[in-house]
C-alpha cells in the first residue's frame, strides 16, 4: 500500500510557474513509477507527465511538453512537478499517481492511462488567471 499527499497547488497569473510536490509513504516509493495526471472541471482526468523509478525516464502529454518538468527524490520519497508558463487552460486538479511496474513505459506504449496506476493521491488544485 502507497499512500500520497500532494501539494503546491494555489492561484498563479498566466505566464508564471509553480512547482507541485507529491509525498510517498507505506511500501517502497523507489520502486513505483510515478504519473501526474489532471482533472478540469467537466472534462475527463488527463495524463500530464510520468517517471520511471530512478528518473531515467520520463514522458510528457504534448500540452505541456517544453513546459513541465518531472522530477524524483527516491531519499525523500518526493516527486515533483515543476509548472511553467502557465496557461489558463491549465487549470485543474492535478494528481499523483503511482504504477508498480516502475517503468513508463511497454513495448512501444507509454502507461497514460489512469488504470494503468495503482495508486492515488487526493490532488491539489491549480488555478491560472487570465
Known amino acids: 500500500q502507497v499512500q500520497l499527499v500532494e501539494s503546491g497547488g494555489g492561484l498563479v497569473q498566466a505566464g508564471g510557474s509553480l512547482r507541485l510536490s507529491c509525498v510517498a509513504s507505506g511500501r517502497s516509493f523507489s520502486s513505483y513509477a510515478m504519473g501526474w495526471f489532471r482533472q478540469a472541471p467537466g472534462k475527463e482526468r488527463e495524463f500530464v507527465a510520468a517517471i520511471s523509478w530512478n528518473g531515467a525516464d520520463t514522458y510528457y502529454a504534448d500540452s505541456v511538453k517544453g513546459r513541465f518538468a518531472i522530477s524524483r527524490d527516491n531519499a525523500k520519497n518526493t516527486v515533483y512537478l515543476q509548472m511553467a508558463s502557465l496557461r489558463p487552460e491549465d487549470t485543474a486538479v492535478y494528481y499523483c499517481?503511482?504504477?508498480?511496474?516502475?517503468?513508463?513505459?511497454?513495448?512501444?506504449?507509454?502507461?497514460?492511462?489512469?488504470?494503468?496506476?495503482?495508486?492515488w493521491g487526493l490532488g491539489t488544485q491549480v488555478t491560472v488567471s487570465s
Open positions: 499517481a503511482a504504477q508498480s511496474s516502475g517503468r513508463i513505459y511497454y513495448g512501444r506504449n507509454y502507461y497514460s492511462r489512469g488504470s494503468e496506476y495503482n495508486y
